[in-house]
């Protein structure tokens, strides 16, 4: 679990509030994930970052916003979201982002939006 | 578009069987799967990652198995143990490189 840390565990925010989820990888990897699990439904793939590039948004709305200022780091931005965005938002790591490779995920940000 | 298929949605069973669980995805054209355990709360754990070139995959009691043509993959899991309780998800990677599309997985609790 030490390998891909997340920051905070726990998030209740406002519609109206403006906070950051962070994501930290400790592995050496040059890809980085964001995903998102909604209570009965399947994870869903966010955005993928490789090599500090985003080279996947899974048709995600424009109120989550992600940053990756460097290999080791991931953020997700949070605005004006709505009470059906609360959900556990997982990240994860892979050694390059190409296909077979295992990806290697963080434990988790509880997020409640009020 | 790929959808994966996990049966049962919840099993219980007494300490010490073995037990068989599935996954289905409907496109074959996969080059990886791979099976995770979700503890309460938790983040996922990869347990077995089996390319599209392999039959199975074992890691101690765990036994992970792909039919890419009948797009199907078993987890089996001998001699269960309490410590086994948990959700396990099954994950296709397909399409664009890296992409993992999951299943919504099977609730294990193995009981005194």
């Known amino acids: 679990e030490t390998g891909v840390t997340q920051t905070p565990r726990h998030l209740v925010m406002g519609m109206t509030n403006k906070k950051s989820l962070k994501c930290e990888q400790h592995l050496g990897h040059n890809a980085m994930y964001w995903y998102k699990q909604s209570a009965k439904k399947p994870l869903e793939l966010m955005f993928v970052y490789s090599l500090e590039e985003r080279v996947e948004n899974n048709s995600v709305p424009s109120r989550f916003s992600p940053e990756c200022p460097n290999s080791s780091h991931l953020f997700l931005h949070l605005h004006t979201l709505q009470p059906e965005d609360s959900a556990l938002y997982l990240c994860?790591?892979?050694?390059?982002?190409?296909?077979?490779?295992?990806?290697?995920f963080g434990p988790g940000t509880r997020l409640l939006v009020l | 578009k790929q959808e994966v298929t996990q049966i049962p949605a919840a099993l219980s069973v007494p300490e010490g069987e073995n037990l068989v669980l599935n996954c289905s995805f409907t496109?074959?054209?996969?080059?990886?799967l791979q099976w995770f355990r979700q503890d309460p709360g938790k983040g996922l754990t990869s347990l077995l990652l089996i390319q599209s070139s392999q039959r199975e995959q074992t890691s101690g009691r765990l036994n992970a198995s792909l039919d890419k043509s009948s797009g199907r993959s078993t987890l089996y899991i001998a001699a269960s143990q309490p410590g086994d309780s948990a959700t396990y998800l099954c994950a296709v990677g397909s399409g664009t490189a890296s992409k993992l599309t999951f299943g919504t997985g099977t609730r294990l609790q193995v009981t005194l």
């Open positions: 496109d074959s054209a996969i080059y990886n």
């Open positions: 994860a790591s892979s050694q390059q982002g190409l296909e077979g490779e295992t990806q290697y």
